[in-house]
Structures are given as structure tokens and as C-alpha cells.
């Protein structure tokens, strides 16, 4: 599984960016995506994630402002982020978990930096 993930950039707070990973290879093995961030100085951390059933779960940083959304057809998740905070600067990564019958994989795309300005 290869993951793709743009849509990061620079925006002021309160301003929306919307990120996508595109996931390429064995698709028909990934049950779950998921967005992922990492902030200077701190561990990666859950943003969100969403399973082959369209079931959600989010942080508790991302509810109420940030969106998944994830298209079986075109093997594509999106994450559409509002209301964004100075906090929210980070590298995100979307990331694949798989499955092979013997075992999950865990998958992860280079990451996109988003960053929030004050």
C-alpha cells in the first residue's frame, strides 16, 4: 500500500485546509484510514480515523471542527479542517492500516505540513 497526502500549506487561525491521501497498491487489504500529526517537540498523535464502513472517531482537539470523509470507489480520504488554531500546526500523516489474514500492517504516507499562523 502507497499512501499520497497533499493539501497542506500556511493559514491564518480561524481559516480551513482541506487534506487528501490518496491510497494506491493492495487497497482491497485496508480496512482502516486515518490522519495522524506530529508538532515540533511532540509525539505523532491521533487526529482521526474512519473505517472501511464509514465509521468515524475523532480526537477530541478535532470534533466539531474537522471532517473525514473517505471514498471506497476512488481509494481517497479527506480531511476537511476549519476553525483552525495555532495548536493545529504540525505535519500530518494519513496512515493505512491492513490486513492480510495473518495480521494487520500499518502504513504511512510522507506527511504534509500544515501551519496555522496567529
Known amino acids: 500500500v502507497q499512501l499520497q497526502a497533499s493539501g497542506g500549506g500556511l493559514v491564518q487561525a480561524g481559516g480551513s485546509l482541506r487534506l487528501s491521501c490518496a491510497a494506491s497498491?493492495?487497497?482491497?487489504?485496508?480496512?482502516?484510514l486515518g490522519w495522524y500529526r506530529q508538532a515540533p517537540g511532540k509525539q505523532r498523535e491521533l487526529v482521526a480515523t474512519?473505517?472501511?464502513?464509514?465509521?468515524?472517531n475523532y480526537a477530541d482537539s478535532a470534533k466539531d471542527r474537522f471532517t473525514l470523509s473517505r471514498d471506497n470507489a476512488e481509494n481517497t480520504m479527506n480531511l476537511q479542517m476549519n476553525s483552525l488554531e495555532p495548536e493545529d500546526t504540525a505535519v500530518y500523516y494519513c496512515?493505512?492500516?491492513?490486513?492480510?489474514?495473518?495480521?494487520?500492517?500499518?502504513?504511512w504516507g510522507q506527511g504534509t505540513l500544515v501551519t496555522v499562523s496567529s
Open positions: 497498491g493492495m487497497i482491497f487489504s485496508i480496512d482502516t
Open positions: 496512515h493505512a492500516k491492513a490486513g492480510y489474514g495473518v495480521g494487520w500492517v500499518d502504513y
Open positions: 474512519i473505517t472501511s464502513g464509514g465509521l468515524t
